[in-house]
C-alpha cells in the first residue's frame, strides 16, 4: 500500500508548483478587474476523463463510454431512475401500446435544440428513420422492430412495428431515443459527429483532441434550475492515476473509472471524497464467431472452462468486484441464477482436441493500452495458458482496437467491458443481434433460433411470462458460449469535497446534472 502511496504522491511537489503558480496568476487577473476576469463562468466542473468519445452523433459513435459525454448534449425520450433503472418521462410525457405492433408517444411541449429549432414530433421521426435506416447508424439492431415513424400530431408519434416489442421504451432510454437538431444535422452532413446539438442541459463548446471538451449551459433549458453548473470541462488524461492526482493537486474536480486499489489512496486526501457504487458493466471476452476457429462451440466453451473468474476478480478489482457469469448481475432483476461458468481446465483441453486441436490454440487478442487492461491481459494469458490456449495479444487505443474487431474483423477476442443497457433485450440484441455492431461476425450460429429467441423477448407485456422469455434467450448464448463473462465492475470514483449533489447511476456512466460545485 505504501508504495502506490508513493507512486500517488511522487511528483505532488511539482504539482502543487504549478498550481501555486496557477493561482498566482488568477489572483493578478481577479486584482486587474478587466473584462475577461470578469467574464468567467460563475461554476465549473473540470473532469478528469481517460477517454475521449469515439464521436459525439449518438448514432455513429462505438463505445459504450461515449454517454458520458453524450448526456450533457442530449435528453433523451425516456429518462431512467439511476438507482434502478425503472423508466420515466423525459422528452416523452407517455407512452403507450393500445396494441401489440404500436407505441404512442407524447412528447413534452415547448422545447427547443439549442440552435433554436423547435423539439416536436417531425423531429422525433427524424432521429427514428435516421437511427433505424442511416448508412452511418450504428444502432440499427436496437430499432429493428420498427417498421414506420408516423407523425400523429405536432407533439405525438405513433411506431408501427414489425413484431411485438415491449423493450422499445427501454431501448428509447439509450441512444436511439437522443434527439439531434435535424436541421443542424442535415447542415454539417458527416461533420456532425463532432458538431452535436441537442435539446440538454448543456451546449458543445468545444473538442480540442488529446486535450479537453468542454461544454456550456443551455440557459433555455426546459428543466426548471437546470442545469446547476455554467461550464463542464472534461480534461483528457488517459492515465486514471494521473487523473487521480490532479484531483488531489486541485487541478480537476472529478474523476471516474477509478481502479479499484486507487479507492484507498483516494480516500488518504483529507479534500478528496472517494466512493463506489454497483453497475450493469461486465468485463468480458468478445469473439468473432463468424470465422474459424470460433465458429466451433467447442473452442468458444473450452475458453470459457478455462477462465478462472475468482482468481481474476480477486487480482483486479481488490474484491470490490463480482465473478460474472452471465451478462446481468445477481442483483438485476432479469438475471437467471440457474447460469453458472465453472472453470475446469482439463475439460476444455478435451474439448479442443475434439475440436481438432490436441496441441492446443493459439488465438489473436486485441485489448487496449492501459494499465489495467495490461493487469487483465496477463492474468488471461497465465490462466488460458493453463488449457493449452496461447494468445498473441495486439495492444491499441479504444477507437483503433473498436475499428480493428468490430470493422476490420482481424482478430479472434477483443477485451474489453459492456456497459449495459436499460432494457435486457436491448443488450441482447446489442450483441448477438446479427446487425449489431458489437456482433463483429454478424452471424447467428444458431441458424436463427437465437435471434427469434431475443424477439421473443420483446413480445410480452406481463412481467413473468417477459423474465422466461429473457431466461431462455440467455441461456441459449449460454449454451452456445457467444462470449465469456469475467467480472462486474463496480464503479469507483473521487472528487473534490467542493462538488455536491453527484448520484453513481447503475449504469455506472457519471451524468452531472444535479451537480454543483461550492
Known amino acids: 500500500m505504501n508504495q502506490w502511496i508513493r507512486w500517488l504522491f511522487g511528483s505532488q511537489a511539482n504539482i502543487l508548483k504549478k498550481g501555486a503558480a496557477a493561482s498566482l496568476l488568477s489572483m493578478v487577473a481577479a486584482l486587474s478587474l478587466t473584462p475577461v476576469a470578469q467574464a468567467q463562468p460563475a461554476s465549473a466542473l473540470k473532469v478528469a476523463s481517460f477517454r475521449h468519445p ?6 455513429t459513435g462505438s463505445s459504450g463510454h461515449d454517454h458520458v459525454f453524450l448526456y450533457p448534449v442530449y435528453d433523451t425520450l425516456v429518462g431512467m431512475d439511476p438507482k434502478t433503472l425503472k423508466l420515466r418521462p423525459e422528452l416523452a410525457l407517455s407512452w403507450e401500446f393500445p396494441d401489440p405492433l404500436t407505441l404512442i408517444i407524447k412528447l413534452r411541449p415547448n422545447v427547443r435544440f439549442h440552435d433554436g429549432t423547435a423539439f416536436d414530433a417531425s423531429a422525433v421521426k427524424f432521429n427514428l428513420d435516421r437511427a433505424r435506416t442511416g448508412e452511418r447508424s450504428n444502432i440499427k439492431a436496437d430499432l429493428s422492430s420498427v417498421a414506420s415513424v408516423e407523425v400523429a400530431g405536432p407533439l405525438q408519434v405513433v411506431l408501427k412495428l414489425k413484431s411485438p416489442d415491449t423493450a422499445l421504451p427501454g431501448v428509447l432510454a439509450d441512444r436511439a431515443g437522443m434527439m439531434a437538431s435535424p436541421k443542424a444535422v442535415q447542415a ?8 452535436p446539438v441537442g435539446t440538454g442541459p448543456w451546449k458543445f463548446a468545444s473538442w480540442a483532441n488529446n486535450d479537453r471538451l468542454v461544454f456550456e449551459k443551455n440557459p433555455g433549458y426546459w428543466k426548471p434550475k437546470r442545469p446547476l453548473l455554467d461550464k463542464l470541462e472534461f480534461v483528457y488524461i488517459a492515465d486514471v492515476t494521473t487523473g487521480l492526482r490532479s484531483v488531489v493537486a486541485g487541478e480537476n474536480d472529478f474523476v471516474y473509472a477509478l481502479a479499484p486499489q486507487q479507492k484507498s489512496v483516494a480516500e488518504r486526501s483529507a479534500n478528496v ?19 474459424a476457429p470460433l465458429n466451433d462451440v467447442r473452442v468458444r466453451k473450452a475458453i470459457n472452462l478455462a477462465i478462472d473468474r475468482r482468481q481474476f476478480t480477486a487480482v483486479t478489482t481488490m ?3 463480482v465473478p460474472a457469469s452471465s451478462l446481468l448481475p445477481p442483483e438485476y432483476w432479469a438475471a437467471n441464477p440457474a447460469i453458472v461458468q465453472q472453470n475446469n481446465p482439463e475439460e476444455a483441453k478435451k474439448l479442443l482436441a475434439e475440436a481438432g486441436h490436441p496441441n492446443g490454440i493459439t488465438l489473436s487478442l486485441v485489448a487496449l493500452t492501459d494499465q489495467i487492461q495490461g493487469q487483465r491481459v496477463e492474468i488471461l494469458i497465465n490462466t488460458l495458458a493453463r488449457a493449452g490456449i496461447k494468445l498473441n495479444v495486439t495492444r491499441l487505443a479504444a477507437g483503433a482496437a473498436l475499428t480493428r474487431f468490430f470493422n476490420e474483423r482481424q482478430d479472434d477476442i477483443y477485451l474489453a467491458p459492456w456497459t449495459g443497457r436499460p432494457d435486457p433485450s436491448a443488450t441482447l440484441m446489442g450483441l448477438f443481434g446479427t446487425q449489431a455492431f458489437f456482433n463483429a461476425g454478424r452471424v447467428d450460429p444458431t441458424g436463427g433460433k437465437l435471434m427469434k429467441a431475443i424477439e421473443d423477448t420483446r413480445g410480452v407485456v406481463e412481467a413473468d411470462k417477459r423474465k422466461a422469455s429473457i431466461d431462455a434467450a440467455q ?20 472528487h473534490s469535497k467542493k462538488v455536491q449533489g453527484y448520484v453513481p447511476n447503475l449504469l455506472g456512466k457519471p451524468r452531472f446534472d444535479d451537480v454543483s460545485v461550492k
Open 188 to 195: 454539417a452532413a458527416a461533420g456532425y459527429d463532432r458538431q
Open 319 to 321: 474484491g470490490q468486484g
Open 475 to 494: 441461456k441459449m448464448v449460454f449454451d452456445e458460449a457467444l462470449y465469456a463473462p469475467l467480472n462486474f465492475e463496480a464503479q469507483v470514483y473521487a
Open 273 to 291: 471524497t472517494a466512493a463506489s457504487a454497483p453497475t450493469l458493466q461486465v468485463n468480458m471476452l468478445y469473439m468473432n464467431y463468424g470465422k
Open 54 to 59: 469515439t464521436t459525439l452523433d449518438p448514432i
